[in-house]
């Protein structure tokens, strides 16, 4: 799933979930993938019906980790916000949405701050969205 399909799901997304969890961890993280665990294919240590990360270590072992909880925890949200950035989340009352931004570097060009914004049903959405728009415009992967 591409960043801006997750973040379009994200949007339309009544409440967090691990399946939105493990692919945003995915995203932020090279070489990673989401994995859904059925009961034939489980590791002994994850239980069906559970998300996981996948990534394949340069000896060739493949390495399991469970994802941290964004879109149901503004904490973990928050650790996406790309390091030395702003932040504030909302509520628009009159909408019943969360509406949360990341502000950026200054732009030299219109010399005002790039603001990246997303609206969602909760605040962790919210927040977790706006910071992957973020990190999408600055570059950053993880």
Known sequence: MTRDELIVKMGNAIEGGRELDANIAASIAPGTGAYYVADGDRPIDADAGEWLLLKRTEEGQVVTNRPHHYTTSLDAAVSLVPLGLGWEVTFRREDHVYVAG????????????????????TAPLALSGAALRARGAVGQAN
């Open 102 to 121: 990341v502000a950026a570097d200054r732009n030299p060009a219109t010399g005002r701050y790039d603001r990246y914004e997303m609206q969602a049903r």
